[in-house]
């Protein structure tokens, strides 16, 4: 089985890649693109019966850093 | 003084952080990331810079997970003090055992150059041998520097005097100019300007020198 986590910048925390990447779409001509968040995405392929208890203790232990990030589990 | 320098794969300043620490005095062993315990009698552990595990998920974040330093974590909850430069600085606060994050410098550029800094409080045993406000010159060499804390958090480091030096012209936007921090027991220092490299006439600048000679005082006079 799968899981995928998202992990994410917290609101408030300024992105300065995120900022980056929105000036480049302005220069690209790209108008209106308000704001750019930029995350990471990490899949585990898990043995079957995982269960996504453990994988949020892995958010919490590793694969984020909760001072800063937000994470997001999604199963299956 | 015994002091113990941590060595990842990927630290590159942990000879230099030793070279410091023995020109001031003190006895060293270099202790490999998958050692499980630190050497006896170790009064402080360096945790040195570089780019430990390539930098991979999170500065500092699977050094901070590896088998020495859930030692350390010990050592510092005995009441024992480390010192942790630049990517150690990152592994420090991945391991709690100082606050905030540091993320990716404002300007997004890895930024090398000496630095002025305000040394902000002179009541640890890193830092007694600089007066408050005195400004140092001392290197900086990071991508990842930009510290961040919230405000709750920053009002605590002030009130309870815990940043240690500021840049005098923040490079990196970290949070009130923190260049380092130091935790709740005064006993571990986390900053990511490298001392260690203001250690020698040779380096241009001998500013990180008191830095190592207080930290022998200290322990001379234990």
């Not at chain 2, 998958?34 to 009064?43: E, F, N, Q, S, V």
């Not at chain 2, 991979?56 to 510092?76: E, K």
């Not at chain 2, 921090?181 to 490299?197: A, I, Q, T, Y």
């Not at chain 2, 500013?207 to 022998?216: K, Q, S, T, Y």
Request: charged share 20%; net charge negative; with cysteine.
């Amino acid at each position: 089985m799968k899981a995928r986590v998202y992990v994410m910048l917290k609101n408030g925390v300024l992105d300065p890649q995120g900022e980056a990447v929105r000036h480049a779409l302005g220069s690209l001509g790209f108008d209106g693109v308000e704001g750019v968040r930029q995350g990471k995405v990490i899949e585990l392929d898990l043995a079957e019966g995982s269960t996504e208890a453990t994988v949020t203790e892995m958010c919490e232990k590793l694969l984020a850093n909760t001072v800063i990030e937000s994470y997001r589990v999604e199963m299956g | 003084m015994k002091a113990a320098v941590i060595v990842f794969p990927g630290s590159n300043c942990d000879r230099d952080l030793a070279v410091a620490f023995e020109q001031a005095g003190a006895d060293v062993t270099m202790v490999w990331h998958k050692d499980t315990a630190l050497p006896d009698g170790i009064d402080i552990v360096g945790v040195p810079g570089g780019f430990s595990f390539g930098d991979y998920l999170r500065c500092g974040a699977i050094a901070a997970n590896s088998p020495i330093c859930q030692s350390l974590i010990g050592h510092a909850e005995r009441g024992g003090y480390a010192l942790g430069v630049c990517n150690g600085f990152q592994i420090l606060t991945e391991t709690g055992l100082l606050p905030g994050a540091l993320r990716r410098n404002a300007g997004l550029k890895y930024i090398c150059r000496t630095v002025g800094l305000k040394v902000t409080t002179a009541d640890t045993a890193f830092t007694s041998g600089y007066g408050v406000g005195d400004v140092v010159n001392v290197p900086i060499a990071h991508h990842d520097g930009n510290y961040f804390a919230t405000d709750e958090k920053l009002a605590q480091l002030r009130d309870e005097d815990r940043i240690a030096f500021t840049y005098e012209d923040n490079p990196n936007g970290s949070v009130a100019d923190i260049a380092g921090v130091v935790s709740k027991n005064r006993r571990v220092l986390g900053m990511m300007p490298h001392p260690e490299r203001a250690a020698d006439d040779g380096h241009g600048g001998t500013d990180g020198v008191a830095m190592f000679r207080a930290l022998m005082d200290q322990f001379a006079t234990a």
